[in-house]
């Protein structure tokens, strides 16, 4: 089992920069895939990026695609998400979540990952 908390929302103009990170607990962090996930209000909440338990494969959702960049540390058993460019419609609470079962194209989907954190707030404004 793992433990996820995040940390690194706020608020921030229009162009701006966020680094959120997501620390696990335990010591079997790089045996799990991870992935961010948002939520806006009154929305459903909707895949972000994913990077594979070895950190070499990662993934992205179109609307963050070329403006945002997941990474991890397994030595430090945190993850990353690098937001540049940002915009008003990224304005969510963005989650990171875990997998330890492996399930081919299936990254984008929310109920395949087992463990959650408890979301971090990222307000841009226009």
């Known amino acids: 089992q793992v433990q996820l908390v995040e940390s690194g929302g706020g608020l921030v103009q229009t162009g701006g920069s966020l680094r959120l990170s997501c620390a696990a607990s335990?010591?079997?962090?790089?045996?799990?895939?991870m992935g961010w996930f948002r939520q806006a209000p009154g929305k459903e909440r909707e895949f972000v990026a994913h990077?594979?338990?070895?950190?070499?494969?990662?993934y992205y959702a179109d609307s963050v695609k070329g403006r945002f960049t997941i990474s991890r540390d397994n030595a430090k058993n945190t993850m990353y998400l690098q937001m540049n460019s940002l915009k008003p419609e990224d304005t969510a609470v963005y989650y990171c979540?875990?997998?330890?079962?492996?399930?081919?194209?299936?990254?984008?989907?929310?109920?395949?990952?087992?463990?959650w954190g408890q979301g971090t707030q990222v307000t841009v404004s226009s």
């Open positions: 979540a875990a997998r330890r079962e492996y399930y081919t194209g299936t990254y984008y989907l929310a109920p395949t990952y087992a463990y």
């Open positions: 335990g010591r079997t962090f790089s045996s799990y895939d």
């Open positions: 990077i594979t338990r070895s950190g070499i494969n990662t």
